[in-house]
């Protein structure tokens, strides 16, 4: 692309800037526009891992209550939401710095199989949710037996 001087010359114009403005401008945009509770994208921090037998999950929920924690499985999709609630400050107490995030959160995701539902199992400890989702019986790999043609 050209763009034209006012003497008649030619000179490039980078594409690339341009775009990188306009993504600047949007995401300023964006920014200003959110609404509902401020929780960090991808809250709370999340492992999953699977094997033969199952999944297992490892959610990072410092300071949530286990009465705050609801997990539901739905076919191949595990949801995880809760809700932080914010520290009680006493008579005369402010904050100096306030960076742990508080209010509701949910997670949903798609799980590598279907899990039995019934036989899920969540553990919290020391601020780690541990949920297993064993594996459906109908998912599970099957050695097949390969018979000679003689």
């Given at each position: 692309?050209?763009?034209?001087?006012?003497?008649?010359?030619?000179?490039?114009?980078?594409?690339w800037?341009?775009?990188?403005?306009?993504?600047?401008?949007?995401?300023?945009?964006?920014?200003h526009?959110?609404?509902?509770?401020r929780?960090?994208?991808?809250?709370?921090?999340?492992?999953?891992?699977?094997?033969?037998?199952?999944?297992?999950?490892?959610?990072?929920?410092?300071?949530v209550?286990?009465?705050?924690?609801?997990?539901?499985?739905?076919g191949?999709?595990?949801t995880?939401?809760?809700e932080?609630?914010?520290?009680?400050?006493?008579?005369?107490?402010?904050?100096?710095?306030?960076?742990?995030?508080?209010?509701?959160?949910?997670?949903t995701?798609?799980?590598?199989?279907?899990?039995?539902?019934?036989?899920?199992?969540?553990?919290?400890?020391?601020?780690?949710?541990?949920?297993?989702?064993?594996?459906?019986?109908?998912?599970?790999?099957?050695?097949?037996?390969?018979?000679?043609?003689?």
């Amino acid at each position: 692309m050209y763009r034209r001087r006012p003497f008649g010359y030619y000179h490039s114009i980078n594409p690339w800037r341009e775009i990188e403005q306009i993504q600047r401008e949007m995401n300023r945009m964006f920014r200003h526009m959110s609404t509902g509770p401020r929780v960090a994208p991808g809250y709370p921090a999340i492992n999953v891992w699977a094997n033969d037998e199952g999944v297992v999950v490892t959610a990072e929920l410092p300071g949530v209550k286990t009465e705050d924690i609801d997990i539901s499985v739905v076919g191949n999709t595990l949801t995880l939401s809760g809700e932080r609630r914010p520290d009680e400050l006493k008579d005369g107490e402010k904050y100096h710095r306030r960076e742990r995030r508080q209010g509701k959160f949910t997670r949903t995701f798609e799980l590598p199989f279907g899990v039995e539902a019934d036989k899920v199992e969540a553990m919290f400890e020391r601020g780690v949710l541990h949920i297993s989702l064993p594996r459906a019986e109908a998912e599970k790999p099957r050695k097949i037996a390969v018979k000679s043609a003689n």
